[in-house]
């Protein structure tokens, strides 16, 4: 009778584990994201710190970086069903499912920003050609679908869907046209990519972004963080599960290739600083007022170009780093850490500054602030954990990676 009672206190799982508390916590977040898109619902854009002089703000911040850091999908469909570089596939189901959370996200932080969300559908129908928004909105929409056309195979081809061979039928003829839906991916992709940098570099009030050389940062900034950020999650998971889902010799090339990538970002983002700043006067000045309203200079120099760029370089490109597991983690949350800066810092540190002939100035005093409500807070704590929340379930129940994988010693 003992033994019989002590194999069934053996066999009862505790009712609090590490997964349900992180689920848990990852509802409460999506809990508090609700109340703040039903408080935007009720009351409209009143209750968030934006206004006419600062109209851009903490959604608009994350919205540019959930899309950068979801470049990764096109990134390796295109290495893989165009150039076709097999020895990447493993990367390419969870590239494609980061992107789709990517997207998905931006469009709930869109949905929220943009005051009346019952008229999303407004650029399908009025269409203003002369718009880069107008532009965006539609190259989203688009690649967002074949987003979706590419996840499709990965969710028939779950569990969930073993007696169903119609649907896994299906998602064999989806998984045909991947190469078709690469190439419309990749245009669409590079396209409004470097249209997000374009929107910033046609505003002519706006001195020290008005250039043609945003829009090539936008998206090799976007390439860098997108690949880091899919191989990070990687990493992490096989971490968690005490077993690779890539291997070493993959892994390794993936992360020379991303600190060739930074490294050139860092050399045209340095030139570029060099061209609208220190041989330009009209530049300069903005630059002056840039830096007298906000911290631009710090988090430009010491996160985006030396923490966010130059160090997580030389860890991915040194051998002996890169082959440390927890130096390549650091320097892919780096990169991370560098493209949600420098989104930061063009969208809020360059609208809030104000232009040189801005009635808001007075003398050194700048009228428009900008300071995120906690509405505002909520919804982006909302958004982080339906991401966060999606990637959990679908490692867990999506065959995301092979099934074999390396036992990490």
Aim: charged content about 10%; hydrophobic content about 50%; aromatic content about 14%.
């Amino acid at each position: 009778m003992t033994a019989t009672t002590m194999q069934t206190t053996k066999r009862r799982k505790p009712l609090v584990t590490p997964w349900r508390l992180w689920i848990a916590l990852l509802v409460v977040m999506i809990a508090v994201g609700l109340w703040g898109a039903v408080q935007v619902l009720l009351y409209g854009l009143q209750v968030t710190g934006l206004s006419d002089q600062v109209p851009w703000g903490l959604w608009i911040t994350q919205d540019l970086t959930s899309i950068g850091l979801g470049a990764g999908a096109f990134t390796f469909s295109a290495i893989v069903y165009l150039f076709r570089l097999k020895r990447f596939e493993p990367m390419a189901r969870v590239a494609v499912f980061v992107g789709f959370l990517g997207y998905t996200s931006a469009m709930l932080a869109l949905a929220m920003d943009i005051g009346r969300p019952d008229r999303f559908y407004h650029p399908l129908i009025y269409w203003n050609m002369h718009s880069v928004l107008w532009e965006i909105t539609w190259c989203v929409i688009l690649y967002s679908t074949v987003l979706l056309m590419e996840l499709l195979p990965i969710i028939f081809d779950s569990s969930f869907f073993d007696n169903k061979p119609a649907w896994r039928k299906f998602g064999h003829y989806l998984h045909k046209a991947a190469p078709v839906f690469a190439v419309i991916g990749l245009g669409l992709s590079m396209l409004h990519q470097s249209s997000l940098g374009a929107t910033y570099g046609v505003l002519s009030g706006r001195a020290i972004w008005f250039k043609p050389s945003l829009p090539v940062m936008f998206i090799i900034s976007a390439i860098a963080g997108g690949i880091s950020m899919t191989l990070l999650l990687t990493l992490m998971v096989g971490k968690l599960a005490n077993c690779r889902k890539i291997t070493r010799a993959l892994q390794f090339e993936i992360s020379r290739i991303i600190g060739y990538i930074v490294l050139g970002y860092i050399y045209i983002k340095l030139w570029d600083w060099a061209a609208t700043s220190y041989y330009s006067q009209a530049h300069a000045d903005a630059l002056a007022r840039l830096q007298a309203t906000t911290p631009y200079t710090q988090t430009f120099w010491w996160l985006e170009i030396i923490f966010g760029g130059l160090v997580p370089a030389l860890i991915l490109l040194y051998r002996p780093l890169r082959h440390n597991d927890r130096y390549v983690m650091i320097a892919l949350g780096l990169i991370v850490m560098g493209v949600l800066v420098n989104r930061w810092n063009v969208t809020l540190s360059g609208l809030v500054a104000p232009p040189q002939w801005s009635p808001g100035m007075i003398g050194n005093l700048v009228v428009a602030t900008y300071l995120p409500t906690l509405t505002e807070f909520a919804v982006s704590i909302g958004i982080a954990g339906y991401a966060l929340l999606g990637f959990t379930l679908g490692v867990k129940y999506l065959p995301l990676y092979p099934k074999h994988c390396e036992t990490d010693s």
